[in-house]
């Protein structure tokens, strides 16, 4: 908790403004055209950054009271000591209980003027604390919030394991028959709809779908002559993890 001392209104104490959340980052964009989060999924997200960007100016907002009511007393005891050192100076000697107001005025607004530095030291502090606390927060959330969602859509959505496929594929060139394993739930809708798939994959003349009992819904592995492509959601998943730990990390 910070403690907040007496401060003069001088211009050398600025209050801060309340935190605006980044919102570069553009998860519709980031996951692709897969189509696994409709529109109200998506705002379900945003009501959890709200949430935390409510929380964050609400902390800003009180520090920001704080230092207007800090300021303000401060700037009557500036004005009392300034009365006390006239007030001295006709009693004493005007001239010389007048500087001696003065100087002892000047010193103790200095000291309240260390005090004010002090505090809005402190308050980019808590700032700076507030914002990688919930920057960290609204990332791990991001990240939950799409694999729930995620997880809804793959037992609604069978096209998902359809799409990804066909990203997996979409950059490989070549006519050779193609091994695509998939687990036990996707297997007979890939069976079904296998002439769809290689109709929109270039280069591809036949796919060979494989159960592999080890694999969960949405899995998806595909073995080429040229090597293993994975291009299950979870890959996907970590990708998006990936993406958002990193642009964390960089701040």
């Known amino acids: 908790m910070i403690l907040l001392f007496k401060v003069i209104k001088t211009g050398a104490v600025d209050i801060l403004p309340p935190v605006e959340i980044d919102k570069s ?14 529109e109200e999924h998506f705002n379900f997200i945003e009501k959890e950054l709200k949430k935390i960007q409510n929380i964050q100016n609400k902390i800003i907002e009180k520090a920001h009271i704080e230092a207007e009511n800090i300021l303000e007393e401060a700037h009557m005891k500036a004005s009392q000591i300034e009365k006390e050192a006239e007030k001295s100076g006709y009693d004493v000697g005007f001239k010389k209980g007048f500087e001696e107001g003065i100087k002892k005025g000047n010193f103790e607004t200095s000291k ?28 791990h959330i991001i990240i939950d919030c799409v694999e ?19 990203k997996g594929m979409e950059n490989y060139e070549a006519s050779d028959k193609v ?10 809708y890939c069976i079904k709809n296998k002439e769809k798939i290689i109709k929109n994959i270039k280069f591809v003349d036949d796919i060979n779908f494989v ?25 996907q998943i970590n990708t998006l993890k990936e993406i958002l730990e990193g642009v964390l990390n960089e701040q």
């Open 179 to 188: 091994i695509v394993r998939v687990c036990e739930k996707d297997y007979d």
């Open 25 to 38: 980052i553009n998860l519709k964009k980031d996951i692709g055209n897969q189509d696994t989060l409709n």
């Open 148 to 166: 729930k969602l995620i997880d809804i859509n793959m037992e609604d959505n069978n096209d998902l394991i359809i799409n990804l496929i066909k």
């Open 112 to 139: 309240i003027i260390d005090e004010a530095k002090k505090i809005k030291e402190e308050i980019l502090i808590e700032r700076s604390k507030l914002y990688d606390e919930y920057e960290s927060d609204m990332v």
């Open 211 to 235: 159960k592999d009992l080890s694999l969960k819904k949405g899995d998806c592995v595909i073995n080429t002559p040229y090597g293993m492509i994975n291009s299950g959601v979870l890959v």
